[in-house]
């Protein structure tokens, strides 16, 4: 989990595959946010 969130804030952008980032950090950071529900529940 913390691996997963590390990657989202210090991924080097990089024009070419801005893109792919993006949609990684959002994947990321929706499952983040159901393990962060499911810890705290």
Do not use: E, G
């Amino acid at each position: 989990l913390f691996n997963v969130s590390k990657r989202i804030f210090n991924s080097p952008t990089t024009p070419t595959n801005n893109q792919n980032q993006d949609d990684d950090a959002y994947v990321n950071n929706i499952i983040f946010f159901l393990n962060s529900i499911k810890r705290l529940s």
